[in-house]
């Protein structure tokens, strides 16, 4: 009964949190001048200006602008992307697609290489692997991506000339369809090994460079999670059943360390979110990130809108899910309120 | 003990691992991506509508490719060649009425466009009149609109001009601009059709034209791909186009030389990157047209200034001020260092390669320390120093241009500050846009033109475009002799008396200087060296390439 | 009645005494643990070695005129390679002197750490303070301010308001107080909630102290110690984020800031020009590391939990 | 110093145990010295104080300290198990006389000498453990069967795969399951048909096993609670499960640390009865740590009293209440609780257990005995005879080397 008004407060609180992003968004935005700088030029006549300006509603009061943004995302138009040079609807799920593909093979990785490399630290506390794995996870943290992307993409693509970049081959790419945008799908359901293959290949380095920190960020918590596990007492009560060190560690310790790593999730996929940033600029992978920088830089703000209001969105949606399970996993949780 | 002591100890060192690192990036020998040419682009555009692209932006590019203009400039030389017209109208060939008001252009026969309609005079007046009748503040309609008095389809095959004053550049600045491209009235009209003053949504992400080339398709943020047309009326191009886009400069330069990419767009400041690179051929000849420049503004508003800035509103009325700003700064420090030593210097405006250039006019092109400063001695800013901002585009050859001002005018003298506002691209155009503008001084390019009058007229004229928004006539030591000279320099037909009289400008305007203007940037470009028929011409929009041309 | 009150009173000026030195012996337990772990001790002494440096630039470099966090531009020495005579960590693109970036770069760094971390965590803690020590509406609203502000991801928020005021480093410093405060809001808070239960803030109460003496002295301490965490924590992250600010284009031109020289240098990586961008960058990693490696002995020692049974 | 009533071997002597603990203070002699007997078939009590190394004694048992930063300093602790009745399985029967026991066939091991799979092999099988809070010794995400299943699988899979009416030479998958060591691809393995309908008769003979271990403790509806998971039940209930499972597989020594002191006065005494009850009925013996005295007197046949790493005083139940030698034992009992004092507290004694790093060689209660005398202060006492079956480690009842001797009058401040 708990949980359920724990979930019921928390769906109640999701709505009021989006409405304040999209006002901090729109507020942040309006601060910033023009959001139609990128159309316009000095030859420009005042009326012409105007014009432009009217185009987008800009002469209203602003909250209206408010009300209007509002209203249009609610019937699906998020505005002009200047950058794309498109409805920023119909680009959108493209890029998301790429950057999701990006994000969740990055996610993937470190998941399983966090919890593995955790585990392993955990069980062997205050030992060599420990303290290795413990490098690892810190050097993670403090790793400037954009640099450990550009030092891998000097060693495998410009001098050693085997990792790719971009996101496919452009006529590998042509000769599949495209149902889903994520290619690694679409080249399983087209039943054409090269094609995955080939996505998978441009999807190595990039992966890396993203899941290097993620995995830094999911170790370094299952390792406290397992060490905190092996502490307590039914470990031992396992242990003196009788049990093999293998099995008390991953049936008991492990099992368990996984719940509260449950919460790092949530962490970890903000994370890969925001590197997906400077990931795609450096590997020119065509997603949500790399068209994010560039409509900052040339003040796309109907893009940068989306981004912010649809990132956030999911940061909490994820966040939301991440929480809800591990109310529902970890029983001490209920037991203990 | 000296900083220098250690120092040499830590150079040693590094100088031997600097050696071990900086290996050569290994060739590519064999020819990559055999049919295909992969273009990688400065620009994502910003669309592909003819009638919405703006000067100098990445659409044009594509635009050139697909499109075809009535008329055309040809690689070799800057002189016009029919294209969808099949000849260049002149008064001798009857093209042109005697009084220079009517032009008549006979069209091609049996040309299609991409989707298989055919081309007639409807198409080209269609398209001119789209172009006018929408008039996006943001594309070019004003250089058909300025001139164009009325179109008139003459007959399937014939279509004629009426301009509202003669002009002698109509030919030259109108016709072979991309917003006269002739786009497929049917698609237009299945597609949305002409609304005032709205884009159009299809026509910005799609292309149906008569060019070599069919557009295929464009993954915004990755790259555009465009098919030959084998239907094309001319000769066939050979290649299939890939234009990536939006990659950073080094990606580019990187591209190259691996091998993916064959040809990139580069500004000078890459090209040492790429030279003596083997499979890599580096094209650098003659100046681009658009002198690298920063603006004095006489024209500030009250208040309007940034914070930070000292100086009075009127602060560039002052000439010597102006003149001492260009005595001042280290034009061989910007042209050696981030234009590499491709440009040339020429602080004013009638660039290089263009009518009515005279060499023996004095150019700032040295800096001068000494001049600078008795200058700004004489004008009392001297002891009490001053700071100032500029405002500039971020990334480019404009900020780097702007920081070697900064450097100059801070060493000549402490108290002098210059703070450079490198912003993005859509805060400049905005603040650029603006009119009066509320910087003392910022930093861009011209945009090119063939005459000089129309850099007279932009850039000099006490009425003209930023005469007016600077508040020329507020500073010029004699406003009303500086027009005179321009408007009769604009109607006087004697190449020799005109030459005197941009000869007579130049000079005057050295002493009286509006600009400053860094340098004028060399025409470069770099592709692979399987790249066959490799030609530029700094007419064609940027990047300057016609792919059609290329084999490999 | 005055009986139970005089030994509340006895017993709260005890506990508040015994809380103090609780306090210190836990302190000096903390500084013992963390010299304990050689991780902490080298995070430290990389610490000190860039605060030394930040601290005497001017006197290891000669600083630049008339703006010192300028790079000195030699337009005449570009692109050189380390060991050039001068140059001894080569030069960029734009002619600066590498070994000078690396240099006041580190001061640079602090200033941003500095001022970020500093006015953050003062904004944080009153906030948080007052949320947790006013409760009701007021706790209200300024958490779900506080939920609003940590629904959008802090690179991205960061990235959109530095976007917004365009570039610079003062805009980078500006956008990421605007992000981290509310950390430190959240932790104030609850620290604050936690605090305000313990007997000794009930004893203080019972004696009549008044709300801003029990805060000053009873609660304020306690909380200093997640607080330090956090702010050794962002010290480090503070200048991986503006780094990653500056990457991707929001920095100003030509500043003596390792972001930028990253930014800069980056563009010639691919012509074997490897030197300027790879030392700054390494010594972000390096500060970012150090920063990380100090907070987690820090947490480590102060987390009852580690110590051994 | 055996018991004559007994005669028989006991099941586990403690001989010098020493474990040290590394700690940033230094090395904590935690148990410094410790030997004693637990005799086959009785409940020997260990009682002493928070801290004093009691739970650390019980737990070398079975080898459960940490390893970093426990040291087994040293000394031994043999185990004399018992061979298993092959007739009745340890249930007992005629054959054993009803002892469940094949008579002839104990083998005495030293538990900190064999290798880590032999001590495997005993834990949970031959010695049992319960610990102090069933709610922590409890898995919390395993559903209360799946955990004793696991004794079981460990120490019963002959026993399982017969029950379940398999062939005793199953090999393969099957076995791996029935003894919990899957290897990859088990999984899939057991999904095939046939192995999955032997998978389920595994499964209902392990649900029977384990029902019939839960109804050993009296639980309500045996079968119902295996579903359920710990947080689910009541701490009695909880005790209950973690007897069952001590108990599953019939251990000759069962280590009960302090398993009452997270209960309830009234639940610590059914509980406590169980104990006993099963005790007597299984002649298992029993090391029952706790630091109450009067719980310690109601179960214990004899009594150890620990202090500070050490056994201070050793004997019979009875002659150790009746006439308690050691002044900590006196001071124990003095304080012992009664009804309304909270328990756990041992008031009357001044002062605390002292830090046990490097300790001097002196007495260790020196500091908090009423009646410390100058030798005291530089002579460790040892354990001796006071009398027949009561050993006491204090300089009152056996001089000191010096010849000194402090008496109970006096007392010094």
Not at chain 1, 287 to 302: E, H, K
Not at chain 2, 290 to 315: C, M, Y
Not at chain 3, 91 to 106: H, K, M, Q, R
Not at chain 4, 166 to 181: E, K, W, Y
Request: proline share 6%.
């Amino acid at each position: 009964m708990q949980l359920r008004d724990y979930i019921l407060r928390r769906l109640m609180v999701l709505p009021v949190l989006i409405i304040g992003v999209s006002i901090v968004v729109f507020t942040l935005t309006r601060i910033g001048g023009s959001p139609v700088g990128i159309y316009l030029s000095h030859e420009m006549t005042p009326d012409e200006v105007a014009e432009i300006e009217a185009r987008f509603n800009l002469d209203k009061p602003v909250w209206v602008q408010y009300i209007y943004w509002i209203r249009g995302i609610a019937m699906g138009d998020f505005g002009w992307s200047g950058v794309a040079a498109a409805p920023v609807a119909d680009v959108f799920p493209l890029k998301l697609a790429a950057t999701m593909e990006l994000a969740f093979a990055s996610g993937l990785v470190a998941l399983f290489l966090g919890i593995a490399l955790g585990t392993y630290a955990g069980a062997r506390r205050n030992r060599l692997p420990d303290h290795l794995t413990r490098i690892v996870a810190v050097s993670g943290a403090s790793l400037p991506q954009f640099w450990f992307g550009i030092l891998l993409l000097i060693i495998f693509w410009a001098h050693i000339g085997i990792a790719p970049i971009g996101r496919s081959d452009a006529a590998i790419f042509a000769s599949i369809a495209h149902p889903t945008g994520l290619y690694t799908i679409d080249a399983i359901l087209a039943g054409s090994p090269t094609a995955l293959w080939d996505a998978i290949w441009h999807l190595v380095l990039p992966s890396i460079t993203l899941g290097y920190g993620a995995t830094a960020i999911v170790a370094r918590m299952m390792r406290s999670a397992l060490v905190e596990e092996l502490q307590q007492d039914y470990v031992d009560a396992a242990r003196a059943k009788g049990l093999a060190e293998r099995i008390v560690l991953k049936r008991h310790a492990r099992r368990n360390a996984l719940v509260p790593t449950v919460t790092v999730i949530g962490l970890t996929f903000g994370f890969l979110l925001q590197g997906t940033i400077t990931v795609e600029i450096i590997y020119r992978w065509p997603g949500l990130g790399r068209w994010m920088a560039d409509s900052v830089l040339r003040g796309d703000q109907a893009t940068l809108m989306t981004y912010v209001l649809f990132t956030s969105v999911l940061f909490l949606v994820v966040n939301l899910i991440v929480d809800l399970v591990y109310a529902n996993l970890d029983r001490r949780v209920t037991l203990g309120k | 003990m000296t900083t220098t002591g250690w120092r040499n100890g830590l150079q040693a060192g590094i100088a031997a691992l600097a050696l071990a690192l900086a290996v050569p990036l290994a060739a590519t020998a064999q020819v990559n991506n055999p049919g295909l040419l992969v273009h990688a682009a400065d620009d994502e555009p910003t669309t592909l509508d003819p009638a919405q692209v703006e000067p100098g932006e990445g659409g044009e590019t594509v635009i050139l490719q697909v499109y075809d203009r009535l008329l055309d400039i040809g690689p070799a030389s800057p002189e016009l060649i029919p294209s969808l017209a099949v000849a260049v109208p002149s008064v001798e060939n009857g093209g042109i009425s005697s009084d220079g008001m009517t032009y008549t252009f006979m069209l091609r026969e049996g040309v299609t466009f991409h989707d298989g309609t055919a081309f007639t005079a409807d198409d080209v007046k269609y398209s001119w009149d789209r172009a006018m009748t929408m008039d996006l503040p943001e594309g070019n309609a004003g250089a058909l609109s300025d001139v164009v008095a009325s179109t008139e389809v003459v007959d399937d095959m014939t279509f004629r001009a009426t301009l509202s004053e003669p002009s002698a550049s109509f030919l030259n600045s109108a016709v072979v601009s991309m917003v006269a491209s002739i786009v497929s009235q049917d698609a237009v009209e299945a597609n949305g059709g002409v609304e005032a003053g709205t884009p159009n949504p299809f026509m910005a992400g799609n292309m149906v034209g008569t060019g070599p080339y069919k557009f295929v398709a464009w993954n915004r943020n990755e790259n555009i791909q465009l098919e030959v047309n084998d239907d094309y009326w001319g000769e066939n191009a050979k290649l299939d186009v890939r234009i990536e886009i939006g990659g950073d400069p080094d990606v580019r330069v990187l591209g190259l030389r691996a091998g993916e990419f064959d040809t990139i767009e580069t500004d000078p400041s890459f090209i040492a990157d790429l030279e003596g690179v083997e499979g890599v051929t580096v094209y650098s000849g003659g100046l681009l047209l658009e002198p690298l420049h920063i603006g004095f503004n006489l024209n500030i508003p009250e208040g309007a200034l940034p914070s930070e800035d000292t100086i009075p509103v009127d602060f560039f009325h002052d000439p010597r001020i102006r003149q001492a700003f260009n005595h001042a700064f280290d034009y061989e420090a910007f042209l050696n260092g981030p234009l590499a030593g491709f440009g040339a210097f020429n602080a004013h405006y009638t660039p290089i390669g263009i009518f009515g250039h005279d060499p023996n006019a004095p150019v700032y092109s040295r800096q001068n320390y000494a001049e600078a400063e008795r200058l700004f001695r004489e004008a009392g800013v001297w002891d009490e120093g001053f700071t100032v901002s500029v405002i500039t585009e971020e990334g480019n050859l404009f900020a780097l241009m702007c920081l070697v001002l900064k450097d100059s005018i801070e060493r000549l003298n402490p108290k002098f500050r210059i703070n450079v506002l490198a912003v993005a691209e859509s805060v400049f155009d905005d603040a650029h846009a603006q009119n009066p503008l509320e910087y003392a001084m910022w930093a861009k390019n011209a945009d090119p033109a063939a005459d000089p009058n129309f850099y007279m007229q932009a850039y000099q004229h006490p009425d003209g475009e930023w005469g007016e928004v600077h508040g020329f006539a507020n500073g010029y030591r004699d406003a009303e002799r500086v027009a005179s000279l321009i408007d009769q320099a604009a109607v006087e037909l004697d190449p020799a008396k005109r030459a005197a009289l941009y000869s007579e400008l130049q000079t005057m305007l050295y002493e009286d200087p509006m600009w400053l203007i860094g340098a004028q940037e060399g025409v470069v470009s770099a592709h692979r060296d399987w790249l066959m028929g490799f030609a530029m011409q700094p007419l064609w929009p940027r990047p300057s390439l016609k792919f059609a041309f290329f084999d490999k | 009645m005055t009986d139970v009150q005089q030994t509340r009173i006895a017993a709260g000026a005890m506990t508040a005494d015994t809380a103090f030195r609780v306090r210190m012996r836990r302190l000096f337990g903390v500084l013992q643990g963390m010299a304990s772990n050689p991780a902490t001790v080298i995070g430290l002494v990389v610490i000190a070695l860039m605060l030394v440096m930040a601290i005497f630039a001017p006197w290891i470099l000669e600083p630049n005129s008339p703006d010192p966090y300028q790079m000195p531009r030699d337009w005449g020495a570009v692109r050189k390679p380390p060991g050039t005579p001068g140059h001894p960590l080569g030069t960029t693109n734009e002619g600066g002197d590498v070994l000078y970036g690396v240099i006041w770069g580190s001061r640079t760094s602090l200033q941003l750490s500095l001022m970020v971390v500093g006015s953050t965590m003062i904004v944080g803690t009153i906030v948080g303070s007052i949320a947790g020590l006013v409760g009701g509406w007021v706790d209200e609203v300024l958490m779900r301010l506080v939920d609003v502000f940590l629904s959008i991801p802090e690179l991205i928020f960061a990235l959109a308001i530095a976007a917004v005021l365009g570039p610079s480093f003062g805009n980078i410093i500006l956008a990421l107080a605007v992000v981290l405060w509310v950390k430190y809001a959240r932790i104030m808070r609850a620290q604050v909630l936690q605090i305000k239960q313990h007997d000794f803030v009930d004893a203080a109460r019972v004696i009549g102290d008044t709300k801003l003496n029990i805060y000053l002295r009873d609660i304020l301490p306690n909380a200093v110690t997640p607080v330090t965490v956090q702010a050794t924590l962002d010290m480090g992250n503070v200048v991986l984020i503006g780094a990653t600010l500056s990457f991707i284009g929001l920095s100003e031109a030509g500043i003596a800031e390792w972001g930028v020289l990253v930014s800069e240098g980056q563009a010639g990586i691919a012509s074997g020009r490897w030197w300027a961008s790879t030392f700054p960058g390494l010594m972000i990693f390096l500060w970012a590391l150090a920063f990380n490696l100090v907070g987690d002995g820090l947490r480590d020692a102060l987390d009852p939990r580690t110590e051994g049974r | 110093m055996l018991d004559a009533q007994h005669g028989a071997a006991p099941v586990a002597s403690v001989r010098d145990l020493k474990v040290y603990f590394q700690t940033k203070r230094g090395i904590v002699h935690a148990v410094d010295g410790v030997s004693f007997d637990i005799r086959d078939g009785e409940t020997l009590g260990l009682v002493g104080e928070t801290g004093c190394g009691k739970s650390v004694t019980g737990r070398s048992f079975l080898r459960l300290l940490p390893v970093p930063p426990g040291i087994q300093a040293g000394g031994s602790v043999m185990f004399n198990g018992h061979a298993v009745c092959a007739a009745c399985a340890g249930v007992g029967c005629g054959a054993c006389g009803s002892t469940g026991r094949q008579a002839g066939r104990d083998s005495s091991v030293d538990l900190l000498g064999i290798s880590s799979e032999d001590m495997r092999r005993i834990r949970g099988d031959r010695i049992a453990m319960i610990f102090q809070d069933p709610g922590k010794a409890l898995n919390p995400t395993l559903p209360i069967g799946a955990q004793i299943a696991e004794v079981f699988f460990q120490h019963r899979t002959e026993e399982l795969i017969a029950l379940a009416g398999l062939p005793a030479d199953t090999a393969g998958a099957i076995r791996r399951f029935a003894s919990q060591s899957p290897r990859f691809g088990d999984g899939w393995l057991l999904a095939l048909p046939g192995a999955r309908a032997q998978r389920r008769q595994v499964e209902a003979a392990l649900a029977k096993m384990v029902a019939s271990a839960l109804a050993e403790t009296q639980v309500p509806n045996p079968v119902k609670l295996m579903a359920r998971y710990p947080h689910e039940l009541s701490g009695g209930m909880r005790q209950r499960v973690m007897i069952a499972q001590a108990l599953a597989c019939n251990p000759d020594l069962l280590i009960a640390d302090e398993p009452t002191t997270a209960l309830d006065v009234t639940v610590e005494a059914r509980i406590l009865e169980l104990i006993r009850d099963l005790q007597q009925r299984r002649k298992t013996s029993v090391l029952y740590i706790s630091h109450d005295l009067s719980l310690v007197r109601r179960i214990s046949d004899r009594v150890a009293v620990m202090y500070a790493g050490r056994i201070v005083e050793i004997g019979a139940t009875a002659e150790i209440f009746a006439n308690p030698r050691h002044p900590y034992t006196r001071g124990l009992m003095a304080a012992a609780p009664s009804a309304d004092t909270p328990r756990g507290k041992l008031a009357a004694i001044r002062g605390t257990v002292p830090e046990l790093v490097d300790p001097p060689s002196a007495c260790r209660f020196l500091g908090r005995c009423p009646h410390e005398a100058g030798a005291c202060r530089s002579n460790d006492p040892a354990l001796q005879v006071v009398a027949p079956g009561h050993s006491v480690a204090c300089f009152i009842d056996h001089p000191a080397p010096s010849g000194e001797r402090p008496t109970y009058d006096r007392v010094t401040a």
